[in-house]
């Protein structure tokens, strides 16, 4: 399929990537109120219908659109069937287990790349309404609305927020280490299973900051162009500039980054 030259404009972008992931949004609290069917990955690991319905929608609505755009999406994987610059990193349920179980945090992440750079990201949380966009330098937004990272200097003032990996019954590093030592240095810390919403919580000032140990690009691809738009930090635990494809992730409100570091980095007793 010919690749146009011409970049589009982002905000068209976004608007398609809007539509979508509210489509996909309205989806899931579909399948929430009707119900679902669940498969495991792992004991710990759930996919379900839903998952699958919502990550087809998001594919066909941004297809049906721009047809020559590459997509990596958590339950298909790639889908590359051309060279295009443009590609859209989709987690179609970002908190599955809070799903299944009922519990209402959960949401839609798409974000997207040019030229391996990523450009746009939106979050839709359905059972709250919220969306939560950014396009590059042009800042981020709640429903409309800019928003920006909190301005707590102190990690003993600080509200933090982790997850864990499906494979912390398997591996060592399974952040329980840097939960204690943060659990005594922080204000408080939470867990709400769903990264990309973190994410956002951190670019909108309800979180200090966040942290994980093994986290995937689709879990980042959105929630991090957000939070640098917001005014944010992102790093791996090194303090090197955040790739989504390495795994480790450090957000916060750049003043306390350096002491996030240095507690990530702590020598355990
Ligand atoms: C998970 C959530 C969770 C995080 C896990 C992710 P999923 O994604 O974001 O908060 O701790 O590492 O895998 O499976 O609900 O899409
Ligand atoms: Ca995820
Ligand atoms: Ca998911």
Known sequence: ???PHEPISHDALLEIAVAAGQEA????????????????????????????AAEQCVI???????PTHRFLAEEQGRLEKTQSPYLWIIDPLDG??????GYPTYCVSIGLEYEGHCVLGLVFDPTRNDLFTAIEHRGARLNGRPIHVSNTMVLDSSLLVTGFAYDIRETPRNNLDHFSNFALKAQGLRRTGSAALDLC???????????????NPWDMAAGSVIVREAGG?????????LSIYGQELVASNGQIHDAMLAVLNQETP
């Open 201 to 215: 919580y951190v670019a909108a000032g309800r979180f200090d900051g966040f942290w994980e140990v093994r986290l």
């Open 1 to 3: 399929m010919p690749i």
């Open 233 to 241: 930090r992102l790093t791996d635990f090194s303090g090197k500039d």
């Open 96 to 101: 599955t287990t809070n799903f299944a179980h």
């Open 60 to 66: 066909e609505r941004i297809r049906a659109h721009f």
């Open 25 to 52: 949004g309205a989806l899931l609290v579909q399948y929430a109120e009707a119900g679902f069917h669940i498969e495991y990955k792992n004991p710990i690991n759930l996919v379900t219908d839903a998952d699958r």
